[in-house]
């Protein structure tokens, strides 16, 4: 029994040994190595096989003495995604053989990501900048720039953000590091005045779509903005700045006023002007670059915005001589004292002002008498060249048709009359009394239904007058361009003459001849002549000259449904007003006179209270035509020799009433009663 009990003893240490064998670790070791899945490179890694733990060496390579064919190796190292091989899963380590067995090359891959974050304009450091993969993965720049990420997959998105920078996305694919500089998107800066330094609030501020304003503090930030573009900085009494910029991230910049507010007053009164144009030009040679009017002001008061930094404000107020301040910063009164003027002219042709030693003549008369004023035609007023421009006109539709020769120097003509003081208007024919326009452009021309030609009036013998066409734009621009260079050259008003529909006076078959290319509702015509005026006003008040037109002396007491002139509505876009109201040219039994002629004083005084009736509180002043001739195309039982006395009575009818801007005196042939004249003061 004993036996047994030890032969069984000895089988089950056997079988133990057996068990103890199959199961055990193989005294073979384990070897193999680590590398780097992107670079290749070695790792030194930790390895974790049971309760064995070892590193590898600098080579990557490691060495396991005890291990199992059951076990499960586990490889980490920083940086790296943790990686287990089975090692059940490989049949050659079920019988290893000595000296040792080998493993395959294990490749662990990286799961982080480095870098540093710069500016992209100043090439420093960018903190607190959010590096970001997914919501669990991201990191926060320190103040070198620098992050890691940890947990990264192989490939991924990188999403980075930082205030004040345009966002960066970008594909990163098996890498560990990743540097990158991000561009500035934001534009600071402050906006101030130029000329006193303050800071501006609620400016504008514009780059392409975006926009802010400036805060109580001139300050202003703009987001999202470009590498490059053009920054628009406006504010209401600044002049508005267009700055082209790239990659800056501060812009300060100071406004320059533009817009000048201000009061025109009477020097004499100290009262306030009603209606005036105040422009801002850049010289005395070209037209504004500001305008604005006042109409009916009670106060005078006007605001002028869009003026240039250096140039001239000018002032034309009706019942004023004009005046002309210079810009310079903080030059301009905020209070603009006109002084009053009250104009004596007499006429003279474009043949007389032709001839120098002629005109000086008249020059001198106005220097030895109470006159102070010349009106001069620019266009000719003879038969043979009528309408003819008489001096080297510059204006381009004059010089495309030719219509111009130079005999007149006007630049010498009226630097002669400002060294005089004397005040120059510039006589312009419109519709009529311009056979040189008509006869080369007839098509601007009113037509003859008997000829199929340009329509003339002829009122007597030798004398042919042609008519253009009212309607036809091409003529207001015409003699608008003439207008304007007159007024550049320097003469101090524009005269427009004959602004009117044919009278058809002459001949009982002028309304059967005339054909014009519309005929036009009194209404209609009205308010074509009125357009005419509103452009010719804007363009002459803005090359800095007065604007006035001569009316038709019958206009005075109504409007005119035949020549469309209608008081009331012309003076709203004129300075003067001029009825030619000769009392020779009144029927017999007006204003109950048997013959009007022999009352020059009582005519000029009725014709100007019914005129003023119609343009009361508008803007144009009244000065009318004087007859300084007599007439002799009357019945011969009807003509009054006109003397200096009719001319006085005249004058003395128009200086009695209130309401005049002063008179012209009128002789075809330019032969005036100089004894009608008071002495020069």
């Known amino acids: 029994m004993r036996w047994i009990r030890g032969s069984a003893l000895v089988s089950a240490v056997l079988l133990a040994l057996v068990v103890l064998a199959a199961c055990g670790r193989p005294e073979v070791p384990l070897t193999g190595s680590v590398f780097d899945a992107y670079t290749g490179k070695p790792v030194v890694a930790t390895l974790n096989i049971g309760d064995v733990q070892i590193t590898t060496d600098a080579n990557g390579v490691y060495q396991i003495d005890h291990w199992s064919a059951r076990d499960v190796l586990r490889v980490v190292a920083s940086g790296y995604e943790p990686f287990e091989v089975n090692l059940a899963s490989l049949p050659h380590l079920e019988r290893p053989e000595p000296p040792a067995v080998a493993l395959d090359p294990i490749t662990i891959r990286p799961n982080t990501l480095s870098g540093v974050i710069t500016d992209l304009y100043a090439r420093t450091p960018v903190a607190g900048a959010v590096v970001q993969v997914s919501e669990e993965i991201s990191a926060t720049t320190d103040t070198d720039g620098r992050y890691t990420l940890t947990g990264v997959p192989e490939t991924f998105r990188v999403t980075i953000t930082a205030d004040g920078y345009a966002p960066l996305v970008s594909d990163v694919a098996r890498s560990t590091s990743f540097d990158t500089a991000l561009r500035p998107d934001t534009l600071r800066g402050t906006v101030t005045d130029g000329y006193t330094g303050q800071p501006i609030a ?88 500001a305008m604005t009017r006042i109409d009916n002001s009670s106060d005078g008061a006007f605001v ?276 030619m109201v000769y009392p020779s040219h009144f029927s017999p039994g007006e204003f109950g006179f048997d013959n009007p002629a022999k009352y020059p004083y009582e005519v000029i005084q009725k014709s100007m209270t019914a005129a003023l009736r119609q343009i009361e509180g508008k803007r144009a002043l009244l000065r009318p035509w004087l007859q300084d001739f007599t007439l002799i195309w009357a019945p011969k039982e009807m003509i009054v020799e006109y003397t200096p006395k009719e001319v006085r009575a005249q004058i003395r009818a128009v200086e009695e009433f209130d309401a005049s801007a002063g008179w012209i005196l009128y002789d075809s042939t330019n032969i005036y009663h100089v004894e009608a004249l008071k002495p020069a003061e």
């Open 202 to 289: 609620g400016a504008d501020v514009t780059l392409g779509d975006l926009k802010t304003t400036t805060d109580s503090n001139g300050g202003y930030t703009l987001r999202g903005v470009p590498e490059k573009g053009t920054v628009t900085i406006s504010a209401k009494g600044y002049a508005s700045l267009d700055q082209p910029v790239e990659r800056i991230t501060t812009l300060d910049v100071a406004l320059r006023p533009d817009t000048l507010a201000g009061v025109l007053i009477d020097a004499r009164t100290k009262q306030p002007i009603r209606n005036a144009t105040v422009i801002a030009t850049v010289n005395l040679q070209s037209s504004d670059v």
């Open 304 to 579: 002028l915005e869009g003026i240039p930094e250096q140039g001239y404000i000018q002032v034309l107020a009706p019942g004023y001589r004009k005046a002309v301040i210079e810009l310079r910063p903080g030059s301009v009164p905020s209070t603009i004292e006109l002084e009053p003027f009250y104009s004596k002219a007499l006429y003279v042709t474009a043949a007389v002002a032709a001839r120098w030693n002629l005109l000086t003549k008249y020059f001198d008369i106005i220097d030895a008498t109470e006159l102070n004023a010349i009106v001069i035609d620019v266009k000719s007023d003879l038969r043979d060249d009528l309408g003819l421009v008489y001096y080297d006109s510059q204006a381009p539709m004059v010089r495309e048709l030719g219509t111009f020769k130079p005999y007149m120097d006007l630049r010498k003509i009226l630097d002669e009359a400002k060294q005089r003081g004397i005040y120059t208007i510039a006589r312009v024919h419109m519709f009529s009394h311009d056979n040189v326009l008509a006869e080369a452009k007839p098509e601007w021309a009113a037509k003859d239904r008997t000829t199929g030609g340009i329509f003339y009036d002829y009122p007597a013998p030798g004398i042919r007058y042609a008519w253009l066409d009212p309607w036809n734009e091409n003529v207001w621009e015409y003699n608008i361009q003439l207008s304007v260079e007159a007024a550049l050259l320097g003469f101090d008003e524009i005269q427009y003459d004959y602004i009117r529909f044919p009278s058809l006076e002459f001949s009982p078959t002028d309304k059967d001849r005339l054909l014009l290319s519309r005929e036009g509702t009194p209404e209609e015509r009205w308010a074509n002549i009125t357009e005419v005026l509103r452009r010719s006003h804007r363009a002459i008040n803005g090359a800095g000259a007065f604007f006035s037109v001569d009316v038709f002396g019958y206009t005075s007491f109504g409007p005119s449904k035949l020549l469309g002139q209608n008081l009331s509505m012309m003076a709203e876009y004129t300075d003067y007003i001029s009825p």
